[in-house]
């Protein structure tokens, strides 16, 4: 059964705290990437990686950090320097080439509420 | 920046209606424009998607409409059914930058049986 993995879906932690989002494909997708989404809002960028070992800051980074050691994993830090930590959190993955790279697909999220 | 804008933020139809969203953007060299679903507390599914190419795209009940020159693009929705109820959210990419997708702030739309 194959797809996108997110883990845990609730997740709460105290202020100060660091706290790492797991995301999983077994798609073989090269890129992966990472989007924060707040109520009635739209999806927000804040990581991405094309390829293993290497990512890219997106939109909103500041305060979260990412590693990218497996072609399947694309974990997702939150540090106590994001000022505004509570929100959903969604990974998506896309084939790196050809026209069907442009397709992401996402996964059920992660909704962190920080207190 | 938002690049991306979409209107209206919430529609309401009766079921057997037409649903339209509209979505404009700025930036030229966007190449794919994407439109997907989003059930509350899932992940967003890819429902369809243009490229500038192609100035309308069908499949189903769901038709893009694509206006190149006045940077703007459309979601309809047509017969509308409960299930439908959902919020949608337009979004565009460029190749040259890694296929980052730039989404637009969302559709709420609910459908009246």
């Known amino acids: 059964d194959g797809g996108i993995t997110q883990s845990p879906k609730y997740l709460f932690r105290k202020e100060g705290q660091n706290v790492t989002l797991s995301c999983e494909q077994n798609?073989?997708?090269?890129?992966m990437y990472w989007y924060r989404q707040d109520p009635g809002q739209g999806l927000r960028l804040i990581y991405y990686?094309?390829?293993?070992?290497?990512?890219q800051k997106g939109d909103i980074a500041e305060g979260y950090s990412v590693s990218r050691e497996k072609k399947e994993s694309f974990p997702l830090t939150v540090t106590s320097a994001q000022k505004n930590p509570t929100a959903f959190y969604l990974c998506?993955?896309?084939?790196?080439?050809?026209?069907?790279?442009?397709?992401?697909?996402f996964g059920p999220g992660t909704r962190l509420t920080v207190t | 920046q938002q690049q991306v804008k979409q209107s209206p933020q919430s529609l309401i139809v009766q079921k057997g209606g037409i649903s339209i969203i509209n979505c404009a953007y700025e930036?030229?060299?966007?190449?794919?424009f994407p439109w997907y679903q989003q059930f509350p507390g899932k992940g967003p599914a890819l429902l369809i998607a243009?490229?500038?190419?192609?100035s309308e795209k069908k499949e189903g009940r769901f038709t893009i409409s694509f206006n190149k020159s006045a940077k703007q693009f459309s979601l309809h929705i047509m017969d509308s059914q409960p299930g439908d109820s959902a919020t949608y959210f337009c979004?565009?990419?460029?190749?040259?930058?890694?296929?980052?997708?730039?989404f637009g702030g969302g559709t709420r739309v609910l459908v009246k049986p």
């Open positions: 930036n030229t060299a966007f190449d794919y």
């Open positions: 990686s094309q390829i293993v070992n290497d990512f």
């Open positions: 979004a565009a990419s460029k190749s040259a930058a890694g296929n980052k997708l730039t």
């Open positions: 798609l073989n997708h090269d890129a």
């Open positions: 243009i490229r500038p190419d192609v």
């Open positions: 998506a993955s896309s084939p790196r080439a050809g026209m069907s790279s442009y397709e992401q697909y």
